[in-house]
């Protein structure tokens, strides 16, 4: 079997190489015979054929890029959607986590093992929808035996990533700043 692959995929790289070469050739032929044919030709007839063949390959070139931009843009714009829906969830379990820590402000215990299952479920949606850089932050917070300190640091990355990833600016944002959202002194943070 494995001669038989090696036989096939010599012959398939053979043809590809003589279909190169015959291409090629033609293309050079075609040079050839276009330049021996300008050559003939007075400077009134091939500086306006020079000009409209320059203006309609560049005129193909930018009407090929703006399809191309506008059709990442809808793409985009159709994934846009889903992440944000599964980044919203994200925030909502982190709501929820921060209020179940201030009892004044009516929060509810949280059960741990939810909270788990809620955060391998946007893991597994992330996994097709989001950013490698959230993927990673996601990845980070799931790390068994972290510190507080590296548990808010991922989660302050995954946040970063998220509104990244939405086409969102973090300029003016100082590090640190999503990690000390959550606590009651910002301070502590660094104390951490």
């Known amino acids: 079997m494995n001669k038989l692959t090696l036989v096939f995929a010599i012959l398939i790289v053979a043809i590809l190489a003589v279909g190169t ?82 009892p004044e402000l009516g929060g509810e215990k949280v ?20 950013s490698p850089g959230v993927l990673k932050g996601l990845h980070q917070l799931t790390q068994q035996g972290q510190s507080p300190k590296s548990l808010l640091d991922a989660m302050e990355e995954i946040q970063k990533e998220m509104r990244k990833d939405l086409g969102l600016s973090n300029f003016g944002l100082e590090k640190g700043f999503f990690a000390k959202l959550p606590l009651t002194d910002p301070e502590e943070y660094d104390k951490l």
């Open 21 to 102: 070469l015959y291409l090629g050739y033609q293309a050079f032929s075609i040079a050839v015979a276009v330049y021996q044919g300008a050559k003939t030709l007075e400077p009134s007839v091939y500086v306006p054929l020079t000009v409209t063949v320059i203006t309609a390959t560049l005129g193909l070139g930018a009407t090929l890029y703006s399809q191309q931009v506008a059709r990442r843009r809808e793409i985009e714009s159709a994934h846009r959607d889903r992440k944000l829906e599964i980044y919203l969830q994200f925030m909502e379990i982190l709501e929820k986590i921060t209020l179940s820590q201030k």
């Open 111 to 130: 059960d741990e093992n939810e909270i788990a299952r809620d955060l391998v479920g946007i893991r597994t949606k992330a996994v097709l929808w989001g």
